[in-house]
C-alpha cells in the first residue's frame, strides 16, 4: 500500500504559469479547533487531510503528529498543493516547528480515491473540508464566482475535461433544468434553464449571472437574501467535479482504511453534502463499522460567523471506527 505517494505534488509548479505568491489569501480554516479536537490527534499517527487546500488544517494536525508522524494531504488544485507546500515545509514565513515535524506527502488527486490509494487499517484519521475554497473564489479566471469576470471553467482541477462553459452550452434545456434543480435545490430551474438556452452562447460569469438575473428576480425577502445566481453557480461546479459521486466515495472507503479507533471528520457546507455525510455515518453505525461522535452537526459560533462569513453554513460530523 502507499503506491503513488511522492514527496512533491504531482503538477506542483504547473498551475497555467500563475506565481504562488499572489494565491495566498489570508486563508482562515473553518471550525479549527472542533476539527482537531475531534481528530484526536496522536502523536506518531498517519492521517490524512483529503482536502488540504491552503493547509490551514494540515498544519494544526502537523504540530501534534511531531517527527515519527506522516501527514497525507489531497487535493484536486494544482495551485492550492503549492499553496500547501510552502506552508507546511516552511517557506510561507510560517516555519514548521524545528525538527520535530512529521514526514509531509502531498498528493494531486480526488479524496475518492483513496479506498485505491490505501491499504486497510492504514490511517489514524481522516479528515474532509468538502467545497470550494477561498483560493478557487478570489481567482477570477478559476471562473467559479459571479462577482467577477471570468471564463465560465469551475475546474477544481484544471486538467479534467468538463468545464461549466460546456454544461451551460451543449446540454439540453431539460438536462440542464435538472442539474440546476438536484445540485443546487433551485425551485426556478426551469425557468433559469430556459433563459440560458436562449442566450447561448455564454462565456462569462459575469454574462452567466446576468441571464440567471433577469430569469428569477427575487419575488420575496428570502429570495432577496442571496444572489439570484448563487444556487446555479453551486449546481454546476458540484455537476462539474462530480463532488458529490467524490464524496460518497471518500466515505465508503473511511470504514476501511481507518485504523481501530480511527477517526473520519468532514465538514461541509451545504444540505446536499451533509445529507450524505449523516446518511453514511449512520448507515456505517447500523452496520457497526462506525460509531457515531457527533448526533447532531456542530456549528461555528456566532464569534468564528462573525470573523468568517463562510462558517456560517459549515457543519462537522464525525465518527470513529470500531
Known amino acids: ?111 475518492a480515491e483513496v479506498g485505491e490509494r490505501f491499504g486497510k487499517n492504514f490511517a489514524d484519521g481522516l479528515l474532509a473540508d468538502i467545497g470550494v475554497s477561498t483560493l478557487q473564489l478570489n481567482d477570477a479566471a478559476r471562473g467559479f464566482s459571479f462577482q467577477a469576470e471570468g471564463p465560465l471553467d469551475m475546474r477544481m482541477d484544471p486538467q479534467s475535461e468538463r468545464t461549466a462553459e460546456q454544461v451551460v452550452n451543449h446540454l439540453d434545456e431539460r438536462e440542464l433544468a435538472d442539474v440546476i434543480y438536484e445540485f443546487g435545490e433551485e425551485r426556478r430551474s426551469r425557468r433559469i434553464a430556459r433563459a440560458i438556452v436562449r442566450s447561448r452562447p455564454i462565456r462569462s460569469t459575469v454574462h452567466l449571472a446576468d441571464v440567471i438575473s ?73 452496520q457497526g463499522s462506525m460509531k457515531l461522535l457527533t448526533k447532531k452537526p456542530l456549528m461555528a459560533t456566532e464569534e468564528e460567523s462573525g470573523r468568517n462569513p463562510r462558517a456560517r453554513s459549515a457543519k462537522l460530523r464525525a465518527a470513529e471506527k470500531v
Open 1 to 111: 500500500m502507499g503506491e503513488g505517494l511522492t514527496d512533491t505534488p504531482q503538477g506542483v509548479g504547473h498551475g497555467g504559469g500563475r506565481e504562488v505568491s499572489h494565491l495566498s489569501p489570508n486563508h482562515v480554516p473553518v471550525l479549527l479547533k472542533e476539527a482537531i479536537d475531534f481528530l484526536n490527534v496522536r502523536r506518531g499517527g498517519t492521517y490524512i487531510d483529503a482536502t488540504v487546500g491552503l493547509g490551514g488544517h494540515s498544519y494544526e494536525i502537523a504540530k501534534r503528529l511531531g517527527a515519527p508522524g506522516h501527514l497525507i494531504g489531497l487535493d484536486k488544485d494544482p495551485a492550492a498543493l503549492e499553496v500547501a507546500k510552502a506552508k507546511l515545509e516552511g517557506s510561507a514565513g510560517v516555519p514548521p516547528a524545528s525538527a520535530d515535524w512529521p514526514k509531509v506527502t502531498l498528493m494531486q488527486c480526488s479524496f
Open 214 to 286: 433577469a430569469a428569477a428576480r427575487p419575488m420575496n425577502s428570502e429570495q432577496r437574501r442571496i444572489h439570484p445566481a448563487t444556487r446555479t453557480f453551486q449546481a454546476l461546479r458540484i455537476f462539474v467535479n462530480r463532488e458529490l459521486d467524490d464524496l460518497r466515495a471518500l466515505l465508503e472507503a473511511a470504514p476501511r482504511i481507518l485504523k481501530p479507533e480511527g477517526r473520519v471528520v468532514v465538514i461541509s457546507f451545504h444540505s446536499l453534502e451533509d445529507r450524505i455525510v449523516k446518511d453514511a455515518f449512520r448507515e456505517a453505525a447500523k
